[in-house]
């Protein structure tokens, strides 16, 4: 607000480059941004790409090494990252929320934008912060290729349902992104499944047991999901929308997620 | 005020010349146009019930008052809605512009919120079109303004492409051609209600086209924050300060039945 209400020749400026980026092209949802690196402050992004297996991304440690590869290829590898994913607890195995894996921020995406300057920032921790929101949005929720993600309205094919499209293209609704979490960050308490098992299993409910719509209900495989672009699931959460119609690879995409995630590094 | 005004030229240029350029480059359905990227299915209602514009309970005005943050106060803002929503064939219902008005002397406080009645609101793709999803703006009044910790980090169903105006368009927000639009006027705090300090949020309780300044929200959620009703304040009133910082003077409309 201060920001804001202090800048003249600051906002103008910034929408006067917005303009001009616009002018030369904002790249497309899905489109690399030609020649650009991730910053050197890069210490977020979306996974561009899917691991495939459905909800099952090999538990926290599979989901992390995915982000840390991904890391690397951008050039980012020398930080250490982590999968913004809870897991719920089990007997002899105490749950862990995501909030609890990713450091302390702040924390930048590719193009060196702020998302959120610490850990209540970017959840919202007091009425004042949850309503202010974080800076995490469509156009800085960017992959680690620097792209936009697509989300609602960017291409609307009737086929961003259909996995079998869907695998063969980058320019598909995706804008589901698998947390497993509450909106304050952390895990689930109940006994229903809101991490596909802990992030290991690509199983669908059975059939007649899928009643409850995307809301998670006793024995069905389920993930919770927020998105990037803060548009849709009605609430536009960014970490905890609502749930999935299951856990297979198939299922994610009938509401428009493919299994990606959130990595933040923790330094 | 001699920086602010050679400022003011500048952007207009720029947009300008980036908005010749940029209509050129993109094919694609554009913010501002008719919504229905996806392609209008006219005469399917939702729910079995048939499209109608009369079924639309929120909108966002396609046009402001035309003189910055003078609006005729909240009459005259109502007015506005009632007149567009009239023209939209959603007429039906009692409009009221969501807006806060600061206390003065021997004058109350009046707060966005207890003006808008209970909802739930629906915009324009759920009345004309039976979108099946997305077109609910909220349930009701804590859903929206995020009474509790948890529906404030959820958030409310408002965002770019459903807070459509009467006319169905999308807002231009960062990202889309210029002009952009984005900045509502709201004159209000987080919680929906009137701010209690003595600087003026709602352009002199929408009466201002000089000086003063309106606090806005975002209809793309996008912008210092994600808030829709509350991230910053404007520039000053007039028409030009408003749209120097990617305003138009719009507002949101809510039908209160």
């Not at chain 2, 169903?157 to 709201?186: M, R």
Request: glycine share 14%; proline share 5%.
């Amino acid at each position: 607000m201060t920001t804001m209400k202090s800048c003249t020749l600051g906002l103008c400026g910034t929408i006067a480059l917005s303009g001009l980026l616009y002018g030369q092209g904002i790249p497309k949802p899905g489109e690399y941004p030609l020649g650009a690196k991730a910053s050197p402050m890069m210490s977020f992004f979306v996974t561009s790409e899917f691991i495939g297996d459905g909800g099952n991304l090999g538990g926290l440690a599979g989901a992390d090494a995915h982000c840390q590869q991904l890391a690397n290829a951008a050039g980012a590898g020398n930080r250490t990252w982590h999968a913004y994913l809870s897991t719920q607890a089990r007997p002899g195995q105490p749950a862990v929320n995501a909030r609890d894996r990713i450091g302390k921020g702040p924390w930048y995406n590719f193009t060196g934008e702020v998302i959120a300057r610490d850990l209540a920032h970017l959840h919202g921790d007091t009425p004042e912060l949850a309503h202010q929101g974080n800076n995490l949005n469509k156009l800085t929720g960017l992959t680690d290729k620097g792209q936009i993600v697509p989300g609602l309205y960017d291409y609307a094919d009737a086929r961003d349902n259909d996995w079998e499209y869907v695998r063969t293209t980058r320019f598909s609704n995706r804008h589901e992104m698998l947390t497993g979490s509450q909106p304050d960050g952390t895990a689930f308490t109940d006994n229903v499944d809101h991490t596909c098992n802990n992030w290991t299993s690509n199983k669908d409910p059975e059939p007649g047991t899928a009643t409850g719509g995307l809301n998670a209900n006793d024995g069905r495989p389920n993930a919770q999901i927020g998105f990037p672009d803060r548009n849709g699931g009605g609430n536009g959460s960014w970490n905890s929308s609502h749930g999935t119609r299951g856990c297979s690879q198939k299922a994610l995409p009938m509401t428009h997620g493919v299994g990606m995630y959130y990595c933040f590094a923790t330094n | 005020m001699k920086t602010s005004a050679a400022c003011v030229a500048f952007v207009s240029f720029a947009l300008v010349a980036v908005a010749l350029v940029s209509a050129q480059q993109r094919g694609q359905p554009q913010p501002g146009g008719q919504a229905g990227q996806t392609g209008p299915v006219a005469g399917r209602g939702g729910r079995g019930v048939p499209a109608s514009p009369a079924r639309m309970t929120f909108f966002v005005t396609s046009v402001g008052a035309g003189k910055g943050g003078d609006l005729g106060g909240l009459a005259g803002a109502d007015a506005h809605c009632q007149a567009l929503a009239t023209a939209a064939g959603a007429g039906n219902h009692t409009w009221r512009a969501y807006l806060s008005t600061q206390a003065r002397p021997g004058q109350p406080a009046v707060n966005a919120r207890d003006r808008i009645g209970t909802g739930p609101w629906y915009n324009w793709g759920w009345a004309q079109r039976g979108d099946p999803q997305n077109a609910v703006i909220s349930q009701d009044s804590g859903e929206l303004h995020g009474d509790t910790l948890v529906q404030a980090q959820r958030g409310s169903n408002l965002f770019k492409q459903s807070a459509l105006t009467e006319k169905g368009q999308v807002v231009h927000g960062i990202g889309d051609p210029p002009p952009i639009q984005h900045e509502i006027l709201t004159g209000t705090n987080w919680d929906g209600r009137a701010f209690t300090d003595n600087a003026d949020h709602t352009c002199n309780n929408w009466t201002s086209s000089t000086t003063g300044a309106a606090q806005v929200g975002h209809s793309d959620r996008i912008g210092n924050g994600s808030s829709w009703n509350s991230s910053n304040a404007t520039k000053g009133c007039s028409q030009p300060a408003l749209e120097s910082t990617g305003g138009a003077g719009l507002f949101y409309c809510f039908a209160v039945n």
